[in-house]
């Protein structure tokens, strides 16, 4: 056992708690005992039921070490909390206020910090709440055992502060949007790593374009997005890191990453990284979690499922589990390949689904009369599509690269100024 951790238990109303005690363990709680209750409904008072909350409170009592929390694998409601937390008499964080302290302890830039801090506002609201409501009625003295805050001007704060964050992730929102504008415009395509936590999406970047990027065995390792240039190939590509998927990924957090989650809705491709060494029903599981997260996040790119970690199973193993995936949750209309990161195994063919993937783009030039109408069109295209080059003489001829789509309007905006499509 590791000698730093602090000592938490795990309550819970279904049976495996893997995922909850993994998340424990990312925050350093060792747990050193789990409780299972199984209720269909959780109770109204105190979401584990009476009998269950006077077993945990005896064994903490009778334990010979000191217990830090106690960690409930569920969304307990406000005054749930309050109750359990006075009853056992030690700290009760439910999951989705473990993900968040997860968070606050990985945040490392300015735009994370700000967008946990969002949530954990959010998440704190209906608390306060209930918190107000037992200190008017003298059950409470202060809040979150700290009681340097009134309460009622506590509240106000959050909502001060609530808005101001609000404001300041706007500003990084749309300085992000500007950058990525820029990027597209300078004719690279955006292709954006997504999938459960714990995958092997930061290794894949490193892997890709040579960067050191964080790694680790913990999850929700990275919270911010990191955008590199693949290398390799001539084709100009721009990967982007994103923040981990989890089974019930809070609303509040969703919303808090909102603009960094955006890097997979505007990639023009989504490699979606799966662990596929774990057990077969996990895979399944955590795949459908992430799909249902990229449907979530209006990721309608073309997505290719990234089977990683094969170093970890036999070959017959990989191709059983592949066979299972895509008969069973693929549906054979999701590009897949299998790769290994950690021994470089896979990754040409990855690269060249990749490539086949990516939206195609045309290349052709315009002949256009010199006339303010024809200006005002090159300003569009450049907005629009990559110009390669341009010369102006009696006429202005404009060599661009765009997609399908601009390509039509371009050409028929050519047609309608008396202009030529000259190749
Ligand atoms: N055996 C094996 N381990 C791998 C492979 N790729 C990554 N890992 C390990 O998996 C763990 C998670 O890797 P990360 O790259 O941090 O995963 P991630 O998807 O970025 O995780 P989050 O940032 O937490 O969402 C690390 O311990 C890696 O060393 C692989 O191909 N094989
Ligand atoms: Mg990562």
Redesign the pocket.
Known sequence: MNNDCKNAIVVSLNNDVSEIKQLADSLDYCVVEEFFQRKKIPDVNSYIGPGKVTEIKEFIEGFDEDIHLVIVDGELKPSQWFFLEKKLGVDVFDRIRLILAIFENRADRKEAKLQVKLAQLQYERPFVRELIHHARSGEHPGLMAGGEYQVDDYYEMIKKQTKKIRNNLKKIRDERELRRQHRHRGGFYLVS?A????????????LLSGEK???????????STTTRRLKDRNVPILLT?????IQNLPAIIVDAFHSTLEEIEVADVVLL?V?I?EEKNIVENKLRVSLDELVELGATSSIVVVC?????LTKDEIEDRIDYLQRNVLKDDKKIVC?????K?GIDGLLDILYESLPHLFRFSIKLPVSRESQSFISWIYEKANVLDISYDDFVIVSVESDAVVKDKIVSRCNDLNGLVIS
Request: hydrophobic share 35%; glycine share 6%.
């Open positions: 790593l999938g459960y936590t714990n995958a092997g999406k930061s290794s894949l970047l490193n990027v964080k790694v680790e065995e913990r999850l929700f390792s990275t919270l890191d994103t923040v981990g998927f990284v662990d060494s990683n970690k094969t170093d970890l790769i290994s990161v950690k021994n195994e």
